[in-house]
């Protein structure tokens, strides 16, 4: 299908002459790109595991960088070849491209639907194009330790269990993760004895943070990315599953001769199935609950909370709580995203309708 989405319009963009971008001989177009579609620099985050497709650029000296917007994800590695670009398409779910980091008059984003399609379309993602996160032990080259186990994150993951291969600036008092660990034997014991990794602040005896546009890899970004990533791929099933019931249910009304507007049962349950969920993650059903406070510090939590709609009484779904939980309003922010306003009519329908009744 033809991708509409933030990438495919800065391409039309490139190519009619209205935006240019800007090669710098450290970070290729990442300022330019970023800049292009409104990402914070504030949300870098740096994963140093080697779990991604330039993977041999990926150690715990040379991590990958991780930006990301509410609907775009954008990574970079050290010296890579080209730029990883994950765009969230109101119809097709994620969109993978890449842009050469080699200099040219004429950048090209060039879409992916192989290689990225492996991990990023799994049961992982709820079996739709999708973002993954995960947690899990890394070795001193950046290897992941798959025998110790791998978790996929989002905001119903403990803590205590999260940012395994992850580096993670910010303070959370006596609550404890698994991030800035790199594990120097050959097998994980556990409990894990991970001290120096946590209420970190600063990075750079880990590796050279100059090398980024960022010294951070803020806590708050990551928490923020992990619930991000969870809604869209519950938007994204939410969108497939309604259209593949209604193709469903269109053949066979024409199959057994009913009528066009026949409402097939199956119908009803596929979509209640994969609403549910939306909703669930929507409302932060499960949330795993803090016990201290957190706060990071790259000064991502006041450009995110500074991007909200705000109502008659200065309330936004981007209000930050992190005392006892992530949002003060535990209502997904992505309430106001294209992909939930262009779900089809049946499973709009249907959230919409639940959301009223939960909520009252």
Request: hydrophobic share 30%; aromatic share 8%; charged share 20%.
């Amino acid at each position: 299908s033809t991708p509409d989405n933030c990438i495919s319009r800065l391409q039309e963009s490139l190519d009619d002459g209205t935006q240019a971008f800007h090669h710098d001989a450290d970070h290729g177009y990442l300022k330019s790109l970023l800049n292009a579609l409104n990402v914070p620099i504030e949300s870098q985050m740096l994963v140093f595991s080697k779990t991604s497709l330039q993977l041999r650029r990926i150690t715990p000296r040379t991590p990958r960088a991780i930006y990301f917007a509410d609907d775009i994800y954008v990574g970079y590695c050290q010296s890579g070849d080209v730029l990883e670009i994950s765009a969230v398409d109101p119809q097709l779910g994620c969109v993978f491209y890449t842009l050469n980091q080699e200099q040219t008059d004429t950048p090209k984003f060039d879409r992916r639907n192989d290689n990225c399609i492996v991990c990023h379309a799994s049961s992982r993602t709820k079996g739709v194009p999708g973002h993954v996160v995960r947690s899990l032990y890394v070795d001193a080259g950046g290897q992941p330790m798959f025998s110790a186990g791998s978790r996929t994150v989002d905001h119903t993951t403990p803590i205590r269990e999260r940012w395994g291969g992850w580096y993670v600036t910010g303070t959370h008092g006596e609550q404890s993760h698994v991030g800035n660990l790199i594990i120097r034997t050959e097998r994980v014991s556990e409990p894990v004895e991970n001290v120096q990794g946590q209420n970190v602040l600063d990075l750079q005896d880990r590796f050279n943070v100059g090398r980024y546009i960022s010294p951070h890899s803020d806590i708050v970004a990551l928490m923020v990315m992990e619930h991000q990533t969870m809604v869209h791929n519950c938007l994204t099933k939410a969108n497939f599953a309604t259209r593949q019931a209604l193709h469903y249910e269109k053949t066979m009304n024409e199959i057994l001769d009913y009528g066009e507007d026949n409402r097939l049962e199956s119908t009803n349950r596929r979509i209640a199935n994969a609403g549910d969920d939306l909703i669930e993650a929507i409302l932060m059903v499960d949330e795993a609950p803090l016990t201290s406070s957190v706060k990071g510090t790259s000064g991502y939590a006041d450009v995110f909370a500074g991007n909200g709609k705000r109502d008659s009484q200065g309330r936004s779904l981007r209000d930050l709580d992190l005392s006892q939980r992530m949002f003060r309003y535990p209502c997904s922010y992505l309430i106001y995203s294209d992909s939930f306003n262009e779900l089809p009519g049946p499973m709009s329908d249907y959230v919409w309708r639940q959301l009223g009744r939960i909520l009252s």
